[in-house]
């Protein structure tokens, strides 16, 4: 496989450089401004909304449309972009480019989430989609909640993912890890799980985990403008 570069923009948002191109996911903030030189670079770079939640989608990122190759947004999101591509998509939708292939999924909150394939690498973003468990809420609501999640789960059985990108969210306590367990158990990551949406402190793997799906490789990013190459 070709190499990547991937940087941590902030919250849920990610860019990563591949061979050809630059795929940037969820762009609700950058503070450490580390997305600016690949909009002057030479790769075509391509902007991904999951949802319209202002943690994943800042309007602003549409000024960029002179600068972008495309976007690919869930049609909840669906702000002007002129100049640029813009495929708005909802899950089950497809769409091409000369560089990559997406597909739509699901969410157990808002919008959907993306796989993408490159070549012979697929990413998969998940934008919201978790199992969202909350302590305050009633058996009913959560019950609900994971009713939801395994049936999206079930729309992506059998695909794989070389890299993925989950929510592993602070606020959830006990039930941190249960959606990211799931996906695992269900879509084998190959070659990076990246966890993202903390919403608190940064991830710790709890044994249980590490015991379980401790031969996956994981980058767990500590500060907004980290990267890595691989």
């Not at 100049?83 to 909150?109: C, K, L």
Request: one cysteine or more; charged letters at 25%.
């Amino acid at each position: 496989m070709t190499s990547f570069h991937i940087i941590f923009l902030g919250h849920s948002g990610f860019l990563m450089e591949l061979s050809d191109c630059v795929l940037i996911f969820d762009y609700y903030r950058d503070p450490a401004g580390a997305a600016e030189p690949f909009f002057r670079g030479d790769k075509p770079v391509y902007l991904f909304v999951s949802h319209a939640h202002e943690d994943h989608c800042n309007p602003a990122i549409f000024r960029r449309a002179g600068q972008a190759a495309g976007f690919f947004i869930h049609t909840g999101c669906l702000p002007a972009a002129r100049g640029a591509a813009v495929h708005a998509m909802e899950p089950g939708e497809e769409a091409e480019t000369r560089e990559f292939s997406v597909r739509m999924y699901g969410s157990t909150d808002a919008g959907g989430s993306f796989l993408v394939t490159h070549g012979d690498r697929t990413i998969f973003h998940a934008g919201d989609l978790n199992w969202w468990h909350w302590a305050g809420e009633s058996d009913e609501a959560n019950e609900e909640a994971r009713d939801a999640y395994f049936r999206e789960l079930e729309a992506l059985k059998g695909q794989t993912a070389d890299v993925a990108f989950f929510p592993v969210d602070a606020r959830q306590e006990v039930a941190r890890e249960w959606g990211v367990r799931e996906f695992l158990a269900r879509v084998p990551v190959r070659e990076l799980l990246v966890p993202m949406h903390a919403f608190g402190s940064r991830w710790c793997p709890s044994y249980a985990f590490r015991w379980r799906w401790g031969s996956v490789p994981l980058w767990i990013p500590a500060s907004e403008g980290e990267e890595l190459v691989k």
